[in-house]
Structure formats: C-alpha cells, structure tokens
C-alpha cells in the first residue's frame, strides 16, 4: 500500500532526483528537469513548482543554503537537498517500483462507456487512434535510437518502458479494431442494432447482454 507522503506531487519526486549532487535555485530546478525531460516522464504543473519547493523545504527534505540576485531581478533562494530528502526520495522510488497502482487514463474511461457509440464509428475513431499512436512510436523510436548512442540504458529505462507501453496498446487497439470491422466483436450486432433503431442504450442491460453474448444456453 502506497505511504502517505509528506509532500505527495510526483514534481516534490522529481525536484528531489534532480537536486541530488547540486544546490539550486527554483529556475535552475526548472530549467533542469526540462533538460532531463522530466515533463515527458510525470505530469508536471510549471505554476505549481514555487509551491513544491517550499513544501519540500517545510517537510524537511530541502534546506535554504544563501541566495543570489542577478542586476535588479529578485533575491532567489538557493536550496540544497537535506539526508532525510534522499532518504525520500530512495523510499519514494523504491515504492514506484515495487508497488503497482491503478492507474485512471482517459482511453480506460473512454473505453468504459464505449457502447454509447455505434460500433462502426468506433472502428473509425479506434483507425485515428491508431494512426496517432504509430507515429508516436515511430518518432520516440527515432528519439531512443539517438539517445541510446549517446547515454546508457539505465538513464533510458523509462522511455524503454513508456516505448513499450505504446507498441502494447497499438496492438490492443488494433485487434480491437479489426473485430468491430470483421464483425466478430460479440454482441456486436445488437450493439449496432441500438443505434439503428433509435432507441438509445441502456448502459445496464447493454453490459449485461455483452458479458453474456458467448454463454451457453440453459436451455
């Protein structure tokens, strides 16, 4: 079971990775997960990274080391990372790693209420997904091929995996797709035959009559 944290953002995550060997200010954190790509990896809120670090630094896992003003640009604040931020920061991705979590995308909740649509126009938006998600593929297999020249894997695992993640539910939709346009989609017909008629989908019944469409008959 996931720990409550302290400062429980994912950027309180990457903050504390990326000021693991050096003291910085808030624009240099910023500047520095941009250049490690951090903001492909997590979600990352820009406008919410004064807020993150000052959390960070209540919580401990930071401390204030001196400050520095450039020609009449505010004071900035130069943080470094305290022994109990690493200690958080290892726990943290130990638990990442080790702990799976439900994880609610907004193709899981498109997919849930898939039957409000007629199956012919899915197999039509399942093609448009399908065409995006290829050249996705196509173009971080171009990034991870230039990157893997230059940089070892450790520091590429997770494009390896957000790569894999891709190819995974490429094929999924694909097989998906070529269900609905074959017609071997079960149910399918009389998901299609809601649409046709007119008389909308009972989100319920339809369920019911999906999950049971390959049961054997008691009769």
Same mark, same amino acid.
């Given at each position: 079971?996931?720990?409550q944290?302290?400062?429980?953002n994912l ?19 910023? /500047?520095?997960? =941009?250049? @490690?790509?951090?903001? =492909? ?16 630094a ?20 130069? @943080? ?10 290892v ?7 080790? &702990?799976? &979590?439900?994880?609610?995308? =907004? ?15 899915v ?5 448009? =997904? ?22 070892p894997?450790?520091?590429l ?17 694909r /097989?998906?797709? /070529?269900?609905l346009v ?7 017909a ?15 019944? /339809?369920?019911? @009559?999906? &999950?049971?469409?390959?049961?054997p008959?008691d009769?």
């Open positions: 079971m996931a720990k944290r302290k400062v429980a950027l309180a995550l990457a903050v504390l990775a990326v000021m693991q060997d050096e003291s910085m200010h808030r624009y240099q954190i910023a /500047a520095r997960l =941009r250049e @490690y790509g951090k903001d =492909r990896d997590m979600d990352i809120k820009w406008g919410s990274l004064y807020t993150v670090v000052q959390n960070l209540k919580a401990g896992f930071l401390e204030v080391v001196g400050s520095e003003r450039a020609g009449a640009r505010p004071e900035r604040v130069i @943080y470094r990372i305290t022994e109990a931020g690493r200690a958080e920061l726990d943290w991705t130990r638990e990442l790693i080790a &702990e799976p &979590e439900p994880e609610h995308g =907004r193709y899981i909740a498109g997919l849930s209420i898939l039957s409000v649509l007629p199956p012919d126009e197999a039509q938006l399942l093609g448009r =997904r399908l065409a995006v998600l290829e050249e996705q593929i196509a173009q971080v297999k171009k990034e991870f091929a230039a990157l893997a020249a230059t940089l894997r450790l520091f695992i997770e494009s390896e995996y957000g790569l894999a993640v891709l190819e995974a539910e490429a094929g999924w939709t /097989a998906l797709r /070529a269900e074959d017609g071997t989609f079960p149910g399918q009389e998901w299609q035959s809601w649409h046709t008629s007119g008389s909308g989908v009972d989100t319920a019944r /339809a369920r019911e @009559y999906v &999950e049971g469409a390959d049961r008959s009769q």
